[in-house]
């Protein structure tokens, strides 16, 4: 792994832009910088770098922001892409989320703190994934080069096994530290994710769920809002209803949650179920309008616990229900064929035994 200093490089045909970003981070880390006011110069110059983390903006002469990102994907797949981009362009950014696992974007005009931090993050994500992938790869080659010691390869091979399963769960506590501390810094979502892990356990269990369909929900209820990591916290905590495009936004979450999690095999178990958590039997949810069957039961349970402590709680623009409304909200969805009805009377069959507290 690169044990020089990150290198960041900035693109964007206006040079107080990059001439702004650039000191900023010069004055303020020991990143190496580099800055280029056209994208076909940049690719000239990066064709042989490693690049950490890349900064481009979308419009730009000759060549778009989306099309300059993908020719830096094939050149250095590793790189944390971050798009510049202005309100208009907000479509092109969720394509690139989408298309190009964009890490984040950020619109201008954008504060140079919140921008660092961001830059922070994604150099954080890329070194999990890159040591994470070397240790495996070390495991594996030890491995082959004693497949032929007859006499020690049974031992070696089980503490070899017991390394990897180590290397496995310190990467799963990541990924759950992360996903608790996204949901920290809005104080009306902390907790949730335990209580949907919770909830929806206790849920399985009465149907009598098998020990890895249990862990999937114990796992999955702590990082299914993992995506909204590239979600702006402004849209996040909203007091009003979101406009169309600020819940086209939102609507991309469940794929970059899935995204941060593909790459680690420890979670692929909870993949699916990432992904699915906010369909609807009725073909209404998204982000693949799936239906009935196709919807895993693990994430039908996981949209119903996610649900009951959503309108159990208290939100930016609503206060707290009484149980009577939280009791109508999803007989009204159970009615209208959204959630999975035997999940909605399980848990209510729960509540009324007091296993689960109706807050």
């Not at 200093?5 to 001439?19: K, L, M, R």
């Not at 970003?21 to 000239?44: C, K």
């Not at 206790?202 to 098998?210: N, P, V």
Request: net charge negative.
């Amino acid at each position: 792994m690169n044990k020089e200093n990150p290198f960041i490089v900035i693109v964007d045909d206006d040079d107080i832009i990059t001439d702004s970003i650039s000191t900023y981070l010069e004055l303020t880390t020991d990143y190496r910088i580099a800055s280029f006011n056209h994208p076909v110069e940049a690719l000239d110059a990066l064709k042989d770098q490693s690049i950490d983390v890349i900064i481009s903006d979308f419009m730009m002469p000759d060549m778009n922001g989306l099309d300059f990102l993908s020719k830096i994907k094939r050149l250095s797949p590793s790189t944390v892409m971050i798009l510049l981009t202005g309100y208009a362009d907000k479509e092109n950014a969720i394509r690139a989320i989408n298309e190009l696992e964009l890490f984040q974007y950020v619109e201008k005009p954008w504060d140079n703190e919140e921008l660092s931090l961001i830059i922070k993050n994604g150099l954080d994500k890329k070194n999990l994934v890159l040591e994470l992938t070397s240790k495996i790869e070390e495991l594996q080659e030890t491995h082959k080069q004693i497949a032929d010691q007859k006499d020690e390869i049974t031992h070696l091979y089980e503490l070899l096994q017991k390394e990897y399963e180590a290397e496995k769960e310190n990467v799963e506590n990541v990924i759950v530290a992360l996903a608790k501390a996204i949901e920290a810094k809005d104080k009306y979502t902390e907790g949730h994710t335990d209580r949907v892990s919770h909830i929806a356990v206790k849920i399985g269990e009465r149907l009598k769920l098998s020990k890895e369909q249990l862990k999937v929900l114990k796992i999955g209820g702590i990082v299914h809002d993992i995506g909204k990591i590239g979600v702006p916290e402004h849209i996040l905590n909203k007091p009003d209803k979101l406009d169309l495009l600020e819940f086209e936004i939102i609507k991309t979450h469940p794929i970059i949650g899935e995204n941060i999690c593909k790459p680690l095999k420890s979670l692929s178990f909870v993949l699916t179920t990432v992904r699915q958590h906010h369909e609807k039997l009725n073909g209404s949810g998204y982000p693949d309008a799936l239906t009935s069957d196709a919807i895993n039961i693990e994430s039908r349970i996981i949209a119903v616990a996610d649900i009951f402590d959503a309108v159990s709680s208290e939100r930016p623009y609503r206060g707290k229900m009484t149980p009577k409304q939280v009791r109508e909200v999803l007989y009204r969805e159970k009615e209208a064929g959204s959630l999975d009805p035997l999940v909605i009377d399980t848990l209510f069959s729960l509540i009324d035994e007091g296993e689960i507290n109706l807050l």
